[in-house]
């Protein structure tokens, strides 16, 4: 069934690359844009609440004083705050789809998942809360439904709804309380977002700055076409009759009457703990094997745990008596064996003449046995254009793209590619160019996988590539695994570029890293 | 893709998302009450008549208590049930037997029950029995004329000097 779905999603995701190029595409960026859309809510809030009054009639007045004798700002940013929160509960709703369907839910994500879980409950509260202050019929209607509902537990020694049977049970301070809660709700929901994204590390809690803007403008053109507007002046002695809903927030409000209050306890608690059981339910019964520090050849230097995406490593004082400050520990329960921590170690150095062992390497794919696997690839490679293909388990197979002329090979990630490995098969002349592989970009499995990649090749990030490594023979393709079709010709393409340079010999650097002209002395 | 094209597809998604929420934000509409009808809610609260009424301990009762229980007067805190009902036009609307709450079933039962009517005049009877023994202890019968989609609010007070028992609210 899942399988099922993340084909889906890879074709609804494929469609939105067309126009938004993967690096923009929405559907890789929900957490971001519903962190966006939150300080949306936030910063129109603050507009809203200079100009709102607390009180039974004072309410309601203020909110259609702003909607209405200032349509062009105060209506507007009122229509933005409502928009902008129903928002939150789709890209919210859809953040979660999406990582249930791709798996990212259960072992070392597990806190991120019940943390988000908690969260979906805090955005209702808060959206219901503020949709008590309008206090219209539709308020009305939402204030009895929700006493009506928690008068269900049996909690209270008097029935809550007996609060709102009549006009004068309704006083100021309600609403005091009321505004109160809009602000403070709001702050224990930013706590518990922060909480939620405690665990990543280089959390992206800002989208790309197109797509914050493209989001902002959409809704600042609905909040103008179909400005948000109140119902009628609640009034306790009417019953609320047709109502104008806002299904993001209030779905469950007709089931009370539908069904029961009861069976509506039942549904949302059902949900809630399916939710919250997930990530042990639907657990993989076997977990790759963690990242292992060799302190041996470990300088403390940090890079490990500056690229883990998931704070997985820790710098603690060193314990080996060697002269370093630091040494790295696996935290084992949040590692993800992704590998991008050996990416990341300046010992991943496959020109080596010792025992080639990294400073921190993942059990089962060693970097003894990768150099082993790339020496064994190239030696059977012919032909005049010869490529070597780094790719991912989690994107496109790269084997399939193995031929006369084609090595391949596949990482848990692309990240734990050293760039010293590209350097490595393009000296001497054993392959004309290199192909660099992962998932789609802005989608990686592990998060960072190609941020880094992208960032140790462009030597921005440590470790560099080696400025002797000529950059045009290198070139990248980020294809999920439906892209098979695109690996290939992207494959193709590089080939093609490769056979129109000239033959040149891959130069040694000087000590500080410059490359060296043929004739100089190293 | 070409630029405009990319730009055409990027304004159709920004289309489609604030079509979604401008829709479902206010539609459908719902509809809680029905034309041509009203909401009768019945609510109150209201601590019954104790179960056993209170009496003297006699000196032979006293002295088997501990000394610092040694009261004179005895009064068992257990109350009894409240019976409800109402009838609207000759035929029960509601019915219930609400137990006194707390561990030593003392406290005040109460009820939040909302019935929907159909609009127009009707006859109302409110029964309330909150004894043990007898027949119901407040009655009230009213012909009440309900516009649509009004709330009347079916309360109860027993401490209301010279006439405790159902307020009719409309």
Redesign the interface.
Known sequence: MRKYLQNLLLRLENV?N????QAQN?WYHLGAITFFLFWTVVASGIYLYAFYRTGVAEAYQSVERLTHDQWYAGGVIRSLH??AS??MV?TMLLHLLRNFITGRFHSFRWFSWVSGVLLIWLVYICGINGYWMVWDRLAQ?IAVGTA?WF?WLPLF???L??NF??QDDVNDRFFTLLSFGHITIPLVLLLFMWIHTKRMNHAETNPPLRLAA??L???L??AL??P?LSHAHAD?????????????YLAP??LL?IWSPGAVWALVGGITLLLLSVPWFLKPRTRPAVAEVHLDNCNGCSNCAEDCPYSAIMMRPRQDGRPYALQPVVDPNLCASCGICTGACPYSMPFRSDELVSGIELPGHELAQLRADVDRALAGLRGDVRVMVFGCNCACDVRALQSEGVAALSLPCVGMLPPAFIDYVLRDARVDGVMVAGCREGDCQYRLGIRWTKLRLARQRLPHLRRRVPLQRIEYCWAGVQDDERARATLAALRARIAQLPQETVLEDDARGHQLKPGDKN | ?SQP??????G????L??M???Y????P???????DY??V?L?F?HAAQRKKPCHERTDAELAKLPPNMRIRKDCPRERSDVVVELEMDGKQLYHVVLHP?GLSHD??A???R?LLVPAGTHRFVARLKDKEEGDFSFVREENITLAA???M?I?FKADVPGAPGFIF?N
């Open positions: 939105f067309a126009p938004f190029g929405p409502r928009y129903d928002g789709v209607f009506e008068d020694s008097q029935p709804a007996r049977l009549a493209g989001t403008l959409a809704l053109v609905l076409i179909k948000a306790l002695a009417l019953a609320p009759g047709v109502i104008r809903l806002d299904w993001f409000y007709p009457y | 893709m094209l990319k730009y055409l597809g990027q159709l998604a920004y289309a998302f604030a979604v929420l401008g479902f934000s206010t539609s509409e719902y509809t809680h009450l029905p034309a009203a909401l809610k609510s609260n709450p406290g005040a109460s009820i939040y909302r989609g009004r709330v609010v309360d609210k």
